[in-house]
């Protein structure tokens, strides 16, 4: 391995620094992973007096120094975080946190697409809360209060207003964005479909209802047929533009894609029976074989596309977190998978805490684990405070609480989640809400806003 620039900057800036973070064991991995939520929640504003409830300091915007670093899904990921925090450690401290910044975030019409933030809305941004949600779900967070949406219903509700806009355009799928007004509407990407059959399987996994495997099936042959996935060696790429009726596809390969695809195609092989648990499992062992290659270097989580030269933005750096975690739960879903994950998620880890020794704690993390030396996120060419740094180590290090903790569940194995609407019925038909001219005046007025008053979109322009 060759030092970067940073890496080196960082060594002879620095003395070398004790590692504060253990995991030799259970009791050591709780304690690191107590530390990291405390250190992680200090970055939430939101349950403080005038802040905004439910969401990190942000977003960007380069006209405005003083705008937070984080979109509006990163506090999304931190709940989904937070809610396996307390399902691996039991650990409820910040679970009053959680459930407030859940249920503050849910929107008018409680699917996780708030009329704040629809102009700069992805399908992904709204799966990674709706994903969140069925983790809640699946690990028998407490319920939200009575008078709000279960946590399945909210699930449910995300997926159901996606599958709403899939459309022909390229043969099916997800647009990356919601609404046609939005930056990159014209992108079909991996990472909202992979989203949409996560969600979808988990679905049908936890209510019994089969509905729900139809769409995952459709939108992996999907991609399958546009090369979204390498038939030679299983790499999974990033996306294609309608333009050209995605015919170029983007060979980027970021971890998150993998992750959240794998995850799902492990549920998948998880519920499924005969020759389509056979089919799934194939898939499963193929991509995670590539995956283990190309998205960890030398055993350590790693953004090819972009760490090498210090290019990766804030989306990238909230993502070996993300990889930890999709991965633990694939190893309880798939257990045959555990003999491939868990050498290598060990050694990932051990690289994660080994670099967490800087600022006034000695403890705060950065971004690149391969290097071995923390270098600060405030000093990196796209700088951050270091939130999504910190998710990322916090994510890892429960990770390695899986093999001690129940497996998702279901309704019928003792889920406490229930629906108020009728989707646990097998094989019952899914009734998608009609668009109101409520719903079409409210698009036209937002057309209005962004085309003819200027208000600038708030873009994810850092992807």
């Not at 107590?34 to 380069?62: C, E, F, H, W």
């Not at 333009?243 to 998880?270: F, H, M, P, R, W």
């Not at 403890?363 to 951050?384: E, H, L, N, S």
Request: glycine share 8%.
């Amino acid at each position: 391995m060759r030092p970067t620039i940073l890496t080196l900057a960082a060594t002879l800036a620095s003395p070398a620094q004790a590692v504060f973070y253990k995991i030799g064991n259970t009791a050591e991995i709780k304690e690191s992973a107590r530390t990291l939520a405390y250190d992680m929640s200090s970055y939430y504003k939101g349950n403080q007096s005038g802040q905004t409830v439910g969401i990190l300091p942000g977003p960007p915007d380069p006209g405005n120094p003083n705008a937070g670093d984080y979109f509006w899904y990163v506090a999304g990921a931190m709940f989904g975080t937070f809610i396996d925090y307390w399902h691996l450690t039991g650990d409820d401290s910040y679970n009053k946190m959680v459930i407030d910044g859940m249920i503050a975030q849910i929107g008018e019409r409680k699917n996780y697409e708030p009329t704040n933030w629809t102009i700069s809305l992805g399908n992904d941004d709204q799966a990674f809360w709706g994903m969140a949600a069925l983790s809640a779900a699946e690990s028998k967070f407490p319920n939200p209060p009575i008078d709000q949406p279960t946590w399945i219903d909210l699930a449910h509700s995300v997926w159901n207003s996606q599958h709403s806009r899939l459309d022909n355009l390229c043969g099916d799928g997800l647009h990356w964005q919601t609404t046609p007004q939005n930056k990159g509407y014209n992108y079909k990407n991996v990472i909202a479909n992979a989203c949409f059959i996560n969600m979808g399987v988990r679905l049908a996994r936890y209510t019994g209802n089969d509905t729900f495997i139809q769409s995952a099936d459709d939108i992996w042959d999907w991609m399958w047929g546009l090369n979204y996935i390498d038939h030679q060696t299983w790499a999974i790429y990033d996306g294609a533009y309608t333009d050209d009726n995605c015919k170029e596809v983007n060979k980027a390969t970021y971890s998150a894609n993998g992750a959240v695809l794998i995850e799902a195609v492990a549920y998948l092989y998880n519920y499924t029976q005969g020759a389509d648990r056979q089919k799934w499992g194939g898939r499963l062992d193929n991509l995670l074989d590539k995956f283990l290659v190309n998205n960890f270097n030398n055993s350590i989580a790693y953004e090819p596309n972009c760490e090498p030269w210090d290019k990766c933005k804030t989306d990238q750096k909230c993502m070996k977190g993300y990889t930890h975690r999709f991965l633990s739960v694939t190893t309880q879903l798939a257990p045959h998978t555990k003999t491939k994950i868990a050498p290598v998620l060990q050694k990932s880890v051990e690289a994660a805490v080994n670099q967490c020794t800087g600022g006034p704690t000695g403890r705060k993390c950065g971004f690149m684990w391969r290097d071995g030396i923390y270098v600060d996120p405030q000093k990196m060419a796209a700088p951050t405070t270091g939130a999504c740094e910190t998710m990322s180590v916090f994510g890892a290090v429960i990770s390695m609480l899986y093999d001690n903790a129940p497996a998702p569940i279901t309704l019928s194995s003792g889920g406490i989640s229930n629906s108020t609407n009728d989707i646990y019925k097998q094989n019952s038909p899914i009734v998608f809400s009609p668009i109101t001219t409520a719903d079409k005046a409210g698009a036209a007025i937002i057309t209005i806003l962004v085309l003819v008053v200027g208000i600038t979109p708030m873009i994810w322009a850092d992807r």
